[in-house]
């Protein structure tokens, strides 16, 4: 916490000491010299944990990619953040017991997974604003264009018709590779989403049967093997989604 280190800087405590002592030469009781210590000490420390610049970055480190508000992705993001909400709430709620165990050992990752998806929210919004760079249209008619001029085109400049084309071409093909990646990614969201909804009434159904003895280690497993999937696909796509715009 940073009020805390500030306390203990070298520079705040020859202050404190400093003014401490300054109050014990004016007479004041020694209680009160040290109470003069304390308040110089913690208002120095409030005003340097309130104005010292946050850190820098560690090198490499990239901040993640903001997520578009209003957008598709924002929508599915939403939906998985309170669909993790509801399963905090269900594991605070249930008595002690084996159902509370497997529970509460499942909400790092179901925290795991919200923050995965949130990567896979930023990338879409990222890809979004790239894929709006490139006029598709525009690109094709280009494209057809040149085919056309390469058919009758003189030798002399043939050679920059296709380089022109080649260019084109690269357009075209980084356009698909976005479009192909931003429909991954929604999909990922929405499935992710989807499923920390069902893996929430899930749990909900459990948690009402806690007192039916059907009410097994197996059919408990089935709720850890549930995230278990949809903490893997989350990844694999973003995984794969990096390779390919990589």
Known sequence: MRFVRELAEPWGLLLAATSAGAAWAVQLPTLAALGVGVTVLAARAGIAAATRAKPAPEPGERPLPDVEPGSPEAGWLLR?????????????????????DRVADMEPVVRETVD?????????????????????GAVAAEKA???KELKTADDDIRGDLTQSLEA??????????????????????????????GLVARAAELSAATGDSL????????????????RRGVVETEEATRRSLS
């Open 80 to 100: 998985a953040e309170a669909a993790a909400e509801g399963f905090r709430s269900i594991s605070d709620s249930l008595d002690t017991g084996p159902l509370a």
């Open 116 to 136: 995965t998806l949130r990567r896979l929210a930023g990338r879409t919004s990222a890809t979004g604003k790239a894929l709006a760079r490139v006029d598709a």
């Open 215 to 230: 009410l097994g280690t197996t059919t408990i497993g089935e709720l850890s093997e549930q995230l278990e999937g949809i």
């Open 168 to 197: 084109v071409q690269a357009q075209q093909d980084v356009h698909a590779r976005l479009s192909s990646a931003q429909r991954k990614l929604l999909a990922q969201l929405r499935s992710g989403a989807l499923g920390l909804d």
């Open 145 to 147: 264009r040149l085919r």
